[in-house]
């Protein structure tokens, strides 16, 4: 068995990771087992909820996407899960980065990736973490304000812009970032007109169709609608645009991700096909970590009223699970001891730890049994999990250990 597992996040150095390290686990049942020897291995004093993070799983998607999406490099949106192994891994594979702030781009920096692999992809920035990307030598991020324009001139007047067009309504997505950003059709020549009087190159274009996006024919619509803006830009003068970012919203693990591939391949021929020089590059976050992360979750206390069950487990909607009010994550937890065939089932509600009634993860849910020091396991936890915990209570959420499994 070639697995390496690693705790603690605080002082985790980054992995040595290589191409082709990675193959195991990859399935569910592996990485319970796996779990159960965690536990089983650690001293009750370190038994406390934690995540596996399955290496394998993200080679597995890259090379997947690698297949999918030939002429599409992917830029992981750090934001999604800046752990360091995750970051290492995707850097190791090839892929570039999407950073959101000074933060990620150092992290990213500190692998050993260099500046041009990384695009700048938030729309509004603080002054002093652009001037951060000029002097690092960041050279590309997105804008859909004038206002924005002028901080950009201002702060880093090298840099090279993608005009961020507003992604389709319609893709009944899980996070729907179209509300916050995006230029409307009429917006994009003057937007355009503002980079150029600035002197700003407009390198290309790139749109999000929202974040878990279930309805995938919306990216044909994105991809016209880009092509508009190359238009626009030619028309106007400008230098030739050669940067198309077809954004994040990927889902792995379903039948999605295929069907968006073939939508987006379809559509790069149609209204990309003449621009062969066009680098195409994507920003998904969600796709490579979202099932890559297993959260166990062990019960720390139990209420008995009749026949209905409630627990307290010691991750919650502060913690890791937050992705429940932010994320729009439905949990399914089920017991890591299994349901044996014919085995009682109790309406449970789950809590988390923290002294507020929010702090639900679950209600009305069926559950055998379980007692404290039992354990709960959560599958599909990567995602805009850890990234956006608190310490709300006193509980930490970059306490919860991440052990990484990888083969070596
Ligand atoms: N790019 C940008 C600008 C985003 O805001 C996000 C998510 O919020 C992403 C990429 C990643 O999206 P996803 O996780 O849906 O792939």
Redesign the pocket.
């Known amino acids: 068995q070639a697995v390496l597992v690693a705790p603690g996040v605080k002082d985790r150095k980054v992995l040595a990771f290589k191409r082709g390290d990675a193959s195991l686990l990859k399935d569910k049942d592996a990485v319970t087992g796996l779990i159960r020897s965690i536990i089983a291995t650690s001293s009750p004093a370190q038994r406390s909820a934690f995540h596996v993070l399955d290496l394998a799983r993200i080679v597995d998607l890259y090379r997947a996407w690698r297949r999918a999406l030939p002429d599409v490099r992917p830029y992981y949106?750090v934001?999604?899960n800046p752990d360091p192994a995750v970051l290492g891994a995707l850097a190791a594979l090839g892929a570039g980065f999407?950073c959101?702030s000074r933060a990620e781009i150092e992290a990213v920096l500190a692998l050993g990736v260099p500046a041009r692999d990384i695009v700048y992809?938030?729309?509004c920035k603080p002054e002093a973490h652009l001037e951060y990307a000029a002097r690092v030598g960041v050279n590309l991020t997105?804008y859909d304000s004038e206002a924005e324009v002028d901080k950009i001139r201002r702060c880093h007047p090298a840099c090279e812009l993608l005009l961020?067009i507003k992604g389709p309504d319609g893709g009944e997505?899980?996070?729907d970032?179209g509300t916050k950003?995006g230029t409307h059709a009429d917006e994009v020549v003057p937007l355009l007109l503002a980079a150029q009087r600035a002197g700003h190159r407009v390198a290309g274009v790139?749109f999000?169709v929202?974040?878990?996006?279930s309805r995938v024919d919306v990216y044909r619509g994105a991809v016209a609608a880009a092509r508009a803006a190359f238009d626009a830009a030619a028309e106007l003068g400008m230098p030739p645009m050669r940067v198309l970012d077809v954004?994040?919203?990927?889902?792995a693990g379903g039948p999605t991700f295929g069907e968006a591939a073939e939508v987006i391949n379809d559509a790069l021929a149609r209204h990309f096909g003449d621009l062969p020089c066009v680098e195409v590059i994507?920003?998904?976050?969600?796709?490579f970590?979202?099932t890559a992360v297993t959260l166990a979750a062990r019960v720390i206390g139990k209420r008995v009223r009749g026949e209905v069950r409630e627990y307290w487990i010691d991750d919650g909607v502060y913690g890791s699970l937050n992705c429940i009010l932010m994320d729009h994550y439905v949990p399914r937890p089920r017991p890591l001891a299994g349901t044996r065939p014919g085995e009682k089932t109790y309406t449970s509600t789950v809590f988390g730890p923290t002294c507020d009634s929010l702090d639900t993860v679950v209600t009305g849910y069926e559950l055998p049994e379980m007692n404290v020091g039992d354990w709960l396991v959560f599958d599909d936890m990567g995602?805009?999990t850890t990234a956006a915990g608190s310490k709300f209570n006193g509980f930490d959420t970059s306490d919860i250990n991440i052990y990484v499994a990888y083969s070596s």
């Open positions: 949106a934001k999604c999407d959101a992809a938030n729309p997105t961020r997505a899980r996070v970032l950003y790139s999000h929202g974040s878990g996006a954004g994040g919203g990927f889902v994507g920003e998904p976050g969600r796709y970590a979202e995602a805009y």
